[in-house]
């Protein structure tokens, strides 16, 4: 039997191409859900905008019927006639073209789009939460309404944590050169501590300072976890 070293690993020569090919078969699954998020994207603009025209139409004619006639379709298309459904979409369709710049960090769930579409509206910072990695294809709903919370209130909003993953929690101690300013640590730190992995912060005053300093308003994010 022939044997492929790998990742530091005896594997079969068979089994390691199969392993290698999933790389290849899981690119047309991140295809999918990139192209996904932007085809909603795309017909909440299309329904939108056709909303807009059937309220002109029927001021115009002092009438409901193109109103009616763009629900009814929805409630074809959708199998629904709930009214909060239809106003989803339509939020969605509004703030469209906003979102349209990060379909691709975008998770491909209605529920989803339509709170980052009200994130949107309230400014949000969709575009840092994307290079912070926060939002992704995989953010959960739950996350994307914490992180919304967090944007309004500017303070960081508590995270559950169950058992389990409190004894996976990694700790790590570092120290700096004693001719560096606290600024100059800060700036050193500044991505990883604002990442959404960090749990818990503990440092000396002199380099919260120097965090705070640099960060200004964005040092609230980290407000729930300093310790020091």
């Known amino acids: 039997m022939a044997i492929v070293k790998a990742r530091s690993r005896n594997l079969d020569t068979g089994f390691n191409r199969k392993l290698m090919r999933l790389e290849?078969?899981?690119?047309p699954v991140a295809e999918?859900?990139?192209a996904f998020a932007d085809a909603q994207l795309q017909f909440a603009r299309?329904?939108?905008q056709l909303w807009e025209e059937a309220r002109e139409l029927d001021k115009e004619a002092e009438s409901d019927e193109h109103?009616?006639?763009?629900k009814e379709m929805?409630?074809?298309?959708?199998n629904s006639a709930d009214e909060s459904i239809f106003s989803r979409w339509q939020t969605i369709g509004k703030f469209a073209d906003q979102l349209q710049p990060y379909s691709a960090s975008l998770p491909p769930v209605r529920d989803s789009l339509h709170l980052l579409a009200q994130a949107i509206k309230e400014k949000a910072p969709i575009s840092r939460w994307v290079k912070q990695h926060k939002l992704t294809p995989e953010t959960p709903f739950k996350e994307i309404k914490l992180l919304r919370t967090e944007a309004k209130t500017g303070k960081a909003a508590p995270r559950k944590k169950s058992k389990a993953s409190e004894h996976r929690v990694h700790k790590i101690t570092l120290s700096f050169d004693g001719e560096l300013s606290s600024n100059e640590i800060a700036k050193l730190l500044l991505e990883v501590v604002?990442?959404?992995s960090i749990v818990k912060i503990v440092s000396d005053a002199s380099i919260r300072q120097g965090l705070k300093s640099i960060m200004r308003d964005g040092f609230s994010t980290l407000e729930g976890k300093y310790h020091g």
């Open 67 to 70: 109103k009616i006639a763009v």
């Open 194 to 196: 604002q990442s959404a």
């Open 74 to 78: 929805m409630q074809n298309l959708l």
């Open 24 to 27: 290849k078969d899981w690119q």
């Open 32 to 34: 999918a859900a990139v």
């Open 46 to 48: 299309k329904l939108h």
